[in-house]
């Protein structure tokens, strides 16, 4: 299987090596360019599958290296995300009007970027080019800022239209709920826990786990939510318990903020024991199996301190 390669191009060595060493633990293979001349005579000889470009380099910067790479048939076709200190709204929109694909703004959060890294090349994959950049930029009303996922309001429009194309074809549709819930630092405050980082592991989890056609959301605060065409209960189940492993090994191993999660699950699948049509019955029935699950533990726990 072909490993995606990425390279990272900024003058501050120490920043690249940084972002290198992330893409690395995450699966990929990165190499640090810190200038724009290497960054044109590297993407024109090698292999490049993604660019992660600042725009404050010397002599030429990311915008006359981006602007260069797109007008050449040889490299146009390779996706440029910028990661940059360069925040204002003018710079951010002549970067996406050049043909980039993301915009990332220093100071970032490392697992985010994963998330974005991950989002391009998934896009890119499954996506013919035209419709790639034609509506990368259209959704950003329903993606969420933080972890990259879509957000609550594409969630209940797609899952009305999985629900009427279940209940027409006869197939199985399964909406999963993970909250998460109890997080406790294995070597520090509890206040001082990286709950944003966690979040963003949470969602990276969810991608490496699900098909291109899964929905993924980030619900509400800590509650996330995935719907799976053609799932049945016993396989949400087992993708459920996948996620939950992988959040616990990196969140676990983690050097920079260690720490354990209680995840709880709620769990509702059409054409089950019953049919939910409608999205908003099958959202209902996740969400209570939520609640319920809860509320067990919760019983179960006050029930193991008094004995």
Not at 46 to 63: A, E, R, S, T
Not at 247 to 276: E, F
Not at 285 to 306: N, P, Q, T
Request: proline fraction near 4%; charged fraction near 25%.
């Amino acid at each position: 299987m072909h490993k995606a390669k990425v390279c990272v191009v900024d003058d501050c060595v120490d920043e690249a090596m940084l972002l290198c060493d992330g893409l690395a633990l995450n699966g990929y293979e990165a190499v640090a360019v810190h200038n724009g001349q290497d960054t044109l005579a590297l993407c024109a000889q090698d292999h490049i599958d993604l660019l992660l470009l600042d725009v404050g380099l010397p002599g030429m910067d990311g915008f006359e290296v981006c602007r260069r790479l797109k007008a050449s048939p040889a490299t146009a076709h390779i996706p440029v995300v910028f990661v940059t200190a360069r925040d204002n709204p003018q710079d951010i929109a002549l970067g996406l009007e050049m043909g980039a694909s993301d915009y990332v703004v220093k100071p970032y959060n490392l697992p985010f970027v994963m998330v974005h890294v991950d989002s391009v090349l998934r896009a890119r994959q499954n996506a013919p080019e035209k419709a790639f950049h034609a509506g990368l930029y259209e959704d950003t009303a329903n993606t969420d800022e933080l972890t990259g996922l879509k957000n609550r309001r594409f969630l209940t429009d797609r899952l009305q239209e999985e629900s009427d194309k279940a209940e027409r074809y006869g197939y199985p549709l399964s909406c999963l709920m993970i909250e998460v819930d109890e997080v406790t630092a294995l070597d520090e405050p509890a206040e001082n826990l990286c709950l944003d980082d966690l979040l963003v592991e949470v969602a990276m989890a969810m991608r490496a786990s699900s098909r291109s056609y899964d929905i993924l959301a980030r619900f509400d605060g800590a509650t996330f939510a995935a719907v799976l065409p053609h799932i049945t209960r016993e396989d949400a189940l087992t993708y459920a318990g996948k996620i939950g492993e992988e959040i616990r090994t990196a969140t676990m191993h983690d050097a920079q903020c260690p720490m354990v999660a209680k995840l709880n699950y709620g769990l509702a699948t059409s054409h089950d024991t019953y049919r939910c049509a409608d999205a908003e019955a099958l959202l209902s029935a996740a969400m209570r199996d939520l609640w319920h699950s809860k509320s067990a533990a919760a019983i179960a726990g006050i029930a193991a301190v008094s004995s």
